[in-house]
């Protein structure tokens, strides 16, 4: 069964930047598209981004297009997510997730991380 586990989140201030990292067990790196989601107290869940299992293919959410950044170390079975220009808006839990391409963007992913909290004060 795969896991993957968060890492990477704390306060930081607008502005600023921070980089989330998510470890994958249980399953090559490369068997499966990997996305980040966010949810804010009160929000529903919300797709940020997705890469394709080979990494030719990157879709990213409006919101955080041009802030956000998501890449993969295959070797290290490594997901990451580099936030820029951070904003209080941008406070939330963040998580990753694996599975079919679209099925991330969707949010029905077969695998989800505990969540990681990013707080970003003004």
């Known amino acids: 069964q795969v896991q993957l586990v968060e890492s990477g989140g704390g306060l930081v201030q607008a502005g600023g930047s921070r980089r989330l990292t998510c470890a994958v067990s249980?399953?090559?790196?490369?068997?499966?598209?990997m996305g980040w989601f966010r949810q804010a107290p009160g929000k529903e869940r919300e797709f940020l981004t997705v890469?394709?299992?080979?990494?030719?293919?990157?879709d990213y959410a409006d919101s955080v297009k041009g802030r956000f950044t998501i890449s993969r170390d295959d070797a290290k079975n490594t997901v990451f997510l580099q936030m820029d220009s951070l904003g209080p808006e941008d406070t939330a839990v963040y998580y990753c997730?694996?599975?079919?391409?679209?099925?991330?963007?969707?949010?029905?992913?077969?695998?989800w991380g505990q969540g990681t909290q990013v707080t970003v004060s003004s």
């Open positions: 997730a694996a599975g079919n391409y679209y099925s991330v963007i969707d949010g029905e992913s077969d695998s």
């Open positions: 249980g399953r090559t790196l490369r068997s499966s598209a």
């Open positions: 890469v394709s299992r080979t990494g030719s293919k990157i």
